[in-house]
T-cell receptor, first 110, second 113 residues
């Protein structure tokens, strides 16, 4: 079945890079997504990568996809305190279906 | 108002109460979704509506009853809930064919006593 796994927690210092990892199971996923959830808010789409790509860069965000190992990562350069949030990885689980991980809580300390 | 809005933001109800959650999207999308977010569990898709028609019911108990009167409004009617139904209920919308780019509202934090 479909399953998306993430580590629960990551703590970094302001200015460092953060790397959030995700493993997924459905090799037929067309797109893979990263969403951000700030306290008291809904999920915000950060970026996504098409399954035939290895890497996508968008300003401070870099997404790496290893399709062979079904591993996705999100790197945030120069992490700021405003980046503190929960980050969800998601894969396409069929038409109009996203399968989400449990989320990684990122804590950025000054 | 922009994006996806949800009301109320917080709701406390007893197991015998009847209440409704409201979602409105201002994006011109034609697909709307209800998700349940419980602590330490992945988001669970509950219902999907396309052009006001329900196209997905993910084995949700009948004490949750969705309603979609038009493409921009979605309701979730609640009755005789259980304490384990306490969660954050998120609404989302998308525009076919980009259906996996979903835009989320802030959610309603529901507590069932």
């Amino acid at each position: 079945g479909e399953d998306v796994e993430q580590s629960l927690f990551l703590s970094v210092r302001e200015g460092d890079s953060s790397v959030i990892n995700c493993t997924y199971t459905d090799s037929s996923s067309t797109y893979l997504y990263w969403y951000k959830q700030e306290p008291g808010a809904g999920l915000q789409l950060l970026t996504y990568i098409f399954s035939n790509m290895d890497m996508k860069q968008d300003q401070r965000l870099t997404v790496l996809l290893n399709k062979k190992d079904k591993h996705l990562s999100l790197r945030i350069a120069d992490t700021q305190t405003g980046d503190s949030a929960i980050y969800f990885c998601a894969e396409t689980g069929g038409f109009q279906k996203l399968v989400f991980g449990t989320g990684t809580r990122l804590l950025v300390s000054p | 108002e922009t994006g996806v809005t949800q009301t109320p933001r917080h709701l406390v109800m007893g197991m015998t109460n009847k209440k409704s959650l409201k979602c409105e999207q201002h994006l011109g999308h034609n697909a709307m979704y209800w998700y349940k977010q419980s602590a330490k569990k992945p988001l669970e898709l509950m219902f999907v509506y396309n052009f006001k028609e329900q196209t997905e019911n993910n084995s949700v108990p009948s004490r949750f009853s969705p309603e979609c009167p038009n493409s921009s409004h979605l309701f979730l009617h609640l009755h005789t809930l259980q304490p384990e139904d306490s969660a954050l209920y998120l609404c989302a919308s998308s525009q076919p064919p980009s259906d996996n780019e979903q835009f989320f509202g802030p959610g309603t934090r529901l507590t069932v006593l």
